[in-house]
């Protein structure tokens, strides 16, 4: 069956303290991958995206991934958090020809300012 | 383009009673989907739309679950005979294709069944 894995629930950092979460994905085939992100109070928000080509994508807000494929991961990082990174981030996949997004359980952050 | 739109921001009903949500997407997206997430989880398909037509409904959309969208725009979710389990957070999306966009969610829908 198709899964999304993210193993941190939650993670708090200091502010200017490096990020990098966990995402490994179940698929059979070729898949697109994606970031979201949750700020207390919104919606979901797409943070970054791959489809195909260089595997290191660079989203907004200063984060980036990298889609490992023979790890079957797509790791997120940013260089320096700020406490306005306060949320939730979440994974997600889809076969890359299909519609339907699955979805990790989501990744906590807390930012002390 | 105010986003994707729906209504009510909250419902709270009781045990057997019948409720209908609202979903407006992005005026030019084809696709819609629904999405449910309950607390600590993300979200979940349940099913989508390419304009007026539904292509694909999870196994988590019971008998007592129906979704339409009549004219290929706005789209409604109907939960009958609700149950306490059917709680949570009931989310929509969008796309315009699904190759160049992302999804464009909604801020959901969330529902208490007491």
């Known amino acids: 069956a198709q899964s999304v894995s993210q193993h941190n629930h939650h993670v708090i950092l200091s502010e200017a303290a490096s990020l990098e979460l966990g995402c490994n994905y179940s698929?059979?085939?070729?898949?697109?991958l994606f970031w979201y992100v949750q700020y207390p109070g919104q919606h979901l928000q797409l943070l970054l995206k791959?489809?195909?080509?260089?595997?290191l994508v660079k989203g907004i807000k200063g984060f980036e991934a990298e889609f490992i494929k023979s790890k079957f991961s797509f790791n997120l990082r940013k260089p320096s958090v700020q406490w306005s990174d306060t949320a939730e981030y979440f994974c997600a996949a889809r076969r890359s020809s299909g519609d339907k997004l699955t979805f990790g359980t989501g990744t906590r952050l807390a930012v002390r300012p | 383009d105010t986003g994707v739109s729906q209504n009510p921001r909250h419902k709270i009903t009781k045990r057997g009673q019948n409720v209908t949500f609202r979903c407006d997407p992005i005026?030019?997206?084809?696709?819609l989907y629904w999405y449910r997430q309950t607390l600590g989880q993300g979200p979940e398909f349940l099913t989508y739309f390419q304009n007026e037509a539904q292509l694909e409904k999870s196994r988590l959309l019971s008998d007592r679950f129906s979704a339409e969208r009549p004219k290929g725009s706005f789209s409604t979710l109907e939960i009958q005979r609700t149950e306490q389990g059917d709680s949570a957070m009931y989310l929509c999306?969008?796309?315009?294709?699904?190759?160049?966009?992302?999804?464009?969610f909604g801020s959901g829908t969330r529902l208490t069944v007491v």
């Open positions: 698929y059979g085939g070729t898949v697109n």
């Open positions: 005026s030019e997206h084809n696709r």
């Open positions: 999306a969008s796309s315009f294709d699904r190759l160049s966009y992302g999804y464009t």
């Open positions: 791959y489809f195909s080509g260089d595997p």
